[in-house]
């Protein structure tokens, strides 16, 4: 089995043994139990046998699956507790039966465990069409269709400002300090005393969806490249300009002398939704909160400008790199098939058009800006769910009981019931690639653009925008759109203070 195929299922696993929160939030260990520190990571994986690491992560499993909660008896005769979703994130919410497949019984685990504690039955109410007007003409008309709203984030802005959601913060029964509520996330989407969405363990696009740097390492081995990539970044000296060193000059033509897929080259990538993780990756935010708790705009800095200076030079103006203009998919079957030594995408990829890779590769969390970068970081694809509760519901606490108990049971169970049964029982161990996948979920950033991407759709993308341009571009595209977005964000920040005061 090639050592992602069991990363890559290693992710969910390596998701566990982290808090999932990217600003460090600490988990809560279990009575008597300390969480286990990061797992040994020796460079020469011959060295270690891949069954060295059992105990330590079973040890996390356990101690996952004893943490408690805090939540109320109660029993609620069959209440049925309503979802609304889309078809393609069915599988954050419910399934009508077990049919062996791993993540798909495990989800039904999940509920009926909830089901048979609460008294409720877990529905996933589909809404395919255009989910945000449904959403909205349903809380306007106060016509009960669901209890909670699970939508994709970049959209979620809207229903925030038409002040359609309750305010989390005053939900009874959640409590965002917990390890299951995604705090890297609900901290940023906080002004002041108010949350209208937030994100949890139940949210597996999340993880599905997190960035990474895919590498070639038999391709790599045949260059003796693997032991000084690894060992610097475990030493934590990956940087931009060790990537580009590498790949810069790595292009080897098929032999019809053109620059073509069927070709080898150091890095491919599309130039869409990818281009939007190189500013996490290399820590420049857009927006920051002040002292006063005021989300500011701080996108441009000297910094921001050399970063899209720098990737306007990798993607339009290196020999080794390549990059297919407007498509999500030709990229990452030119590195399923062996023509290139580095990709980034996102970890789905992995269970889809990776599956039947026949080269060795393994995920290596995208590059630091420079030596000084604290850590490594990444971001998440804008698609991801947020959760919302519809101002209008009759029993805030109902759906705050439900809610918090399924992102603990995801917490405890789900990921943990994937883990063991595809690793433990199918799979050996990695110890390299855990520790890969640890240091990139260790590092997961997130933006309150994101949330309000609609509303603010140019500086959501400009980093995308001004490496299309394939010109030094970002000083006057910030300049057309700072004024714009600096009032944008004070409205935002106006519309959470009324909301939440409940006007």
Same mark, same amino acid.
């Given at each position: ?8 299922? !290693? =992710? ?6 982290? @808090?999932?929160?990217? *600003? ?52 609620? $005769?069959?209440? @049925?507790?309503?979802? *609304? ?10 399934? %009508? ?27 996933? !109410? ?9 959403? %909205? ?8 269709? +669901? ?25 009874? &029964? ?46 790599? $081995? ?21 990537? =580009? ?15 073509? %897929?069927?070709?080898?080259?150091? +890095? #491919? ?21 002040? $002292? ?6 701080? &996108? &441009?800095?000297?910094?921001? #400008? ?15 790199? +390549? ?47 420079? $030596? ?35 992102? #603990? ?47 603010? @759709? ?37 519309? &959470? ?7």
């Amino acid at each position: 089995m090639n050592s992602i195929k069991k990363a890559l299922l !290693v =992710f969910l696993a390596a998701a566990l043994l982290l @808090p999932l929160a990217a *600003c460090g939030t600490p988990t809560d260990p279990a009575p008597d139990t300390q969480a286990p520190g990061p797992a040994s990571t020796p460079t020469d994986s011959q060295n270690t046998p891949e069954t060295a690491l059992p105990s330590e992560l079973d040890t996390e499993m356990a101690r996952r699956a004893s943490v408690k909660d805090s939540l109320p008896d109660a029993d609620y $005769e069959g209440r @049925p507790f309503r979802v *609304c979703t889309r078809d393609s994130y069915k599988y954050e919410v419910a399934t %009508e039966e077990t049919n062996g497949e791993l993540l798909n019984d495990a989800l039904f685990d999940r509920n009926a465990r909830i089901e048979e504690r609460f008294g409720t039955e877990i529905i996933a !109410v589909m809404e395919d069409g255009d989910q945000i007007s449904r959403i %909205e003409q349903s809380i306007m008309a106060q016509d009960d269709a +669901f209890d909670l709203a699970s939508t994709y984030v970049f959209l979620s802005g809207r229903l925030v400002l038409s002040g359609l959601y309750l305010n989390w913060l005053h939900m009874q &029964y959640n409590d965002f300090e917990r390890p299951w509520w995604i705090h890297g996330v609900n901290d940023n989407f906080r002004v002041d005393d108010a949350i209208y969405t937030v994100v949890g363990d139940m949210c597996l696009s999340t993880l599905m969806q997190t960035a990474g740097m895919f590498y070639n390492m038999t391709e790599g $081995e045949d260059r003796g490249l693997n032991e000084s990539i690894f060992k610097a970044v475990l030493d934590g000296d990956w940087t931009y300009d060790m990537f =580009f060193s590498i790949i810069r000059d790595v292009y080897v033509d098929n032999g019809d002398g053109r620059r073509t %897929e069927d070709d080898f080259y150091g +890095f #491919v990538a599309e130039n869409l939704c990818n281009l939007d993780i190189w500013p996490f990756a290399f820590d420049i935010p857009m927006v920051r909160k002040d $002292e006063s708790g005021e989300p500011r705009l701080v &996108y &441009y800095t000297d910094k921001a #400008v050399n970063a899209s200076q720098k990737i306007t030079q990798l993607y339009w103006y290196t020999t080794g790199s +390549f990059i297919p203009e407007n498509s999500g998919m030709v990229q990452a079957e030119m590195f399923r098939d062996g023509h290139a030594l580095f990709t980034t995408t996102w970890f789905d990829k992995a269970f889809d058009i990776f599956r039947d890779m026949d080269d060795d590769y393994i995920i290596l969390p995208y590059p630091k800006w420079d $030596e000084n970068q604290e850590k490594y970081m990444t971001g998440t694809m804008d698609n991801y769910s947020v959760l919302g509760v519809p101002k209008t519901v009759s029993d805030p606490d109902f759906i705050s009981v439900i809610t918090e108990a399924l992102n #603990v049971e995801s917490y405890r169970t789900m990921f943990p019931t994937y883990y063991e049964e595809a690793l433990q029982h199918k799979l050996a161990r990695d110890p390299l690639s855990i520790t890969m996948l640890n240091l990139i979920m260790d590092g997961r950033t997130f933006d309150f653009v994101t949330l309000f991407h609609k509303q603010m @759709p140019t500086i959501a993308m400009l980093f995308r925008y001004t490496v299309n341009s394939k010109s030094d571009t970002f000083s006057s595209q910030f300049a057309s759109v700072e004024r714009g977005t600096r009032s944008y964000l004070s409205l935002i920040a106006e519309d &959470y203070r009324r909301y939440a005061n409940g006007d």
